[in-house]
């Protein structure tokens, strides 16, 4: 089980990443074009936030089946795992700052809703899903991935 929810998780992350950052671009776009806000922009940061959601799901068991993880924290304790650069990115780091990452899309996409006029909308989504992308960026295992 642990392999496979390993490979999805790998695998989810790259449409987690080209959707966020499509979604950013697009925001980022229509604020500083003034473009109208058109279904399709409602289309793109909802299905940034569904694959978001999605990974955090499968990250979150992934979290307490892997030896990395939870149980990384249970067998070693907290002192030895933040000691350690890899375990502590990934028991620590990576958990915390991807939840951080999923609540600022949440927070954005929730925010654009409830404004009425295109300007304020983009500006909502451009500020939070480009945050979350930053952070995301900033704790991914890169080594993990290009090994």
Do not use: C
């Amino acid at each position: 089980m642990y392999t496979t929810l390993q490979f999805i998780h790998s695998w989810w992350a790259y449409l987690v990443l080209f959707m966020v950052l499509i979604a950013s671009i697009n925001a980022l776009s229509g604020l500083f074009r003034n473009k109208e806000y058109q279904p399709k922009d409602f289309r793109i940061s909802l299905f940034a936030l569904i694959v978001t959601h999605i990974q955090l799901l499968i990250g979150l068991i992934l979290y307490f089946v892997s030896p990395l993880g939870f149980k990384s924290i249970s067998s070693n304790g907290m002192g030895t795992v933040m000691k350690d650069s890899v375990l502590r990115l990934y028991a620590v780091e990576h958990i915390t700052i991807m939840i951080l990452a999923v609540i600022l899309i949440t927070i954005g996409y929730s925010k654009h809703k409830k404004k009425l006029v295109s300007k304020p909308k983009f500006k909502s989504l451009a500020i939070f899903y480009t945050l979350a992308l930053i952070l995301m960026l900033s704790r991914i295992p890169w080594q993990q991935w290009f090994d």
